[in-house]
């Protein structure tokens, strides 16, 4: 059942994952992601950040590492939770400048999947024409 907070482990879990990367303690977000992660943003090949990521270390380089290169201001606001089992969907906004000072305020949705306190697989959904009007 959808809800504005977390109401699980696995969510609370989660919640963690998106706390740490606001401060920016990218280490504890690695920490929770399992060795053999799959990481899965857009397919769109125009946005910067594409593709599929496997493991911690691809997923620091390849997708948190561009977010400065990227955006002067970068917060991720979750707003629905959907906990069931091992899969966790948010949905929410981002709110975001580019360094070319552009706006960015779109949705996305987020699906997790956690295995034993692990996060095992990550499908990451954007509105991409906004992120492209955001970036020019």
Same mark, same amino acid.
């Given at each position: 059942?959808?809800?504005?907070? !977390?109401?699980?482990?696995?969510?609370?879990?989660? *919640?963690?994952?998106?706390? *740490? $990367?606001?401060?920016?303690? $990218?280490?504890?977000?690695?920490?929770?992601?399992? !060795?053999?992660?799959?990481?899965?943003?857009?397919?769109?090949?125009?946005?910067?950040?594409? =593709?599929? $990521?496997?493991?911690?270390?691809?997923?620091?380089?390849? &997708?948190?590492?561009?977010?400065? @290169?990227?955006?002067?201001?970068?917060?991720?606001?979750? @707003?629905?939770?959907?906990?069931?089992?091992?899969?966790?969907?948010?949905?929410? /906004?981002? &709110?975001?400048?580019?360094?070319? =000072?552009?706006?960015?305020?779109?949705?996305?949705?987020?699906? $997790?999947?956690? /295995?034993? =306190?692990?996060?095992? /697989?990550? #499908?990451?959904?954007? #509105?991409? *024409?906004?992120?492209?009007?955001?970036?020019?």
């Amino acid at each position: 059942m959808p809800s504005t907070r !977390p109401t699980t482990p696995n969510g609370e879990l989660i *919640a963690d994952m998106y706390a *740490a $990367f606001e401060r920016g303690d $990218f280490e504890n977000v690695l920490a929770v992601l399992d !060795p053999d992660i799959e990481w899965i943003e857009t397919e769109s090949e125009s946005l910067p950040v594409h =593709g599929q $990521f496997a493991g911690p270390q691809e997923v620091l380089v390849n &997708v948190f590492a561009p977010v400065p @290169q990227l955006f002067s201001e970068f917060e991720l606001r979750p @707003q629905l939770w959907i906990e069931a089992g091992d899969d966790v969907v948010v949905t929410g /906004r981002v &709110v975001a400048r580019s360094k070319g =000072g552009q706006l960015l305020s779109a949705p996305f949705a987020h699906v $997790f999947t956690v /295995r034993d =306190g692990r996060v095992i /697989r990550t #499908d990451n959904f954007h #509105d991409t *024409a906004l992120w492209l009007t955001a970036l020019k």
